[in-house]
């Protein structure tokens, strides 16, 4: 599956991304048509044995198109193809993991393009500004003393799951406004899922190998589950054989 392609029982493929040349195929995927309700036919471009729809979008989609798809197959994932506003996509510096003992007093600053400082890293502390905002949290702190990445990147290091801040410039929000998860291919070996960090509402990206995503939509029962718990992945050879039809 990196940057390859997502090939379908039955001769169809559904392409997506750039890179290597290298195929994944879902052995027990299909092509399903569903009638809503309404008459309206909804053709799932994958669904896993269990159940998890996986809707691979290259073009541009408007809240009009997104909306009666989440809301007809609910657990459904979005696969981006990310070419086509790759520059526009600036991914800067690690964050620890949001349920870290060490994430619990910090506020990042947001980071964004030509703002060399926030891009490289720099938070608040709550528990520094309680005298001049009596009970601010994450959620509520207006600035105060700032720090530098540099101060804790051995504690980030150690406790990085795979988050980073981003910018994108334009972008299409659509996906920022999506329900389910949203997941960007760049190419290479991972995908890019978008994610609101914490409660102080920062936007960031985790990172998720390609070989996990493919694993954990085949083992999960929702889309939500993604990359959220641990398994001991096959090694690469053993996962392509299983997914080879």
């Given at each position: 599956?990196?940057?390859?392609e997502i090939?379908i029982?039955?001769g169809?493929?559904k ?5 290597n040349?290298?195929s994944?195929?879902?052995k027990t995927?299909?092509?399903i ?17 269990t159940?998890?729809?996986i809707e691979?979008q ?5 809240d009009?198109?997104r909306l ?12 981006i193809?990310?070419r086509s ?6 991914i800067?510096h690690?964050?620890p ?6 994430a619990?007093d910090?506020?990042?600053s ?6 060399n ?9 709550p528990s520094?500004n309680?005298?001049?905002q009596?009970?601010?949290t994450?959620?509520t702190?207006?600035?105060?003393w700032?720090?530098?990445?540099h101060?804790?990147?051995?504690q980030?290091n150690?406790?990085?799951r ?10 299409r929000k659509?996906?920022l406004?999506?329900i389910?998860?949203v997941?960007?291919d760049?190419?290479?070996d ?8 914490d409660?102080?509402g ?11 995503f493919v694993h954990?939509v085949m083992?999960?029962?929702?889309a ?5 718990r641990?398994?001991p992945?096959?090694r ?5 054989d299983?997914?080879?039809?």
């Amino acid at each position: 599956m990196p940057g390859g392609e997502i090939a379908i029982p039955g001769g169809k493929t559904k392409q997506y991304g750039t890179g290597n040349g290298k195929s994944f195929f879902l052995k027990t995927v299909r092509e399903i048509s569903h009638m809503a309700p309404d008459g309206e036919i909804h053709r799932a471009d994958i669904k896993t044995p269990t159940g998890i729809v996986i809707e691979v979008q290259h073009s541009s989609m408007t809240d009009a198109e997104r909306l009666p798809r989440e809301a007809f197959y609910g657990n459904l994932v979005w696969v981006i193809d990310g070419r086509s506003f790759r520059d526009n996509f600036d991914i800067y510096h690690l964050l620890p993991d949001p349920t870290s003992v060490l994430a619990e007093d910090l506020v990042w600053s947001k980071a964004r393009r030509h703002m060399n400082g926030a891009n490289r890293g720099l938070f608040f502390r709550p528990s520094e500004n309680q005298d001049d905002q009596p009970g601010a949290t994450k959620a509520t702190l207006k600035g105060g003393w700032l720090h530098g990445i540099h101060e804790i990147e051995d504690q980030v290091n150690a406790s990085y799951r795979g988050h980073h801040q981003y910018d994108w410039v334009r972008p299409r929000k659509t996906w920022l406004d999506a329900i389910c998860p949203v997941f960007i291919d760049f190419g290479g070996d991972s995908l890019v899922r978008l994610e609101i960090y914490d409660e102080s509402g920062l936007r960031c990206i985790r990172m998720i190998s390609k070989r996990k995503f493919v694993h954990d939509v085949m083992v999960e029962t929702s889309a939500q589950a993604i990359a959220t718990r641990f398994y001991p992945l096959p090694r690469a050879e053993v996962l392509h054989d299983q997914l080879m039809t």
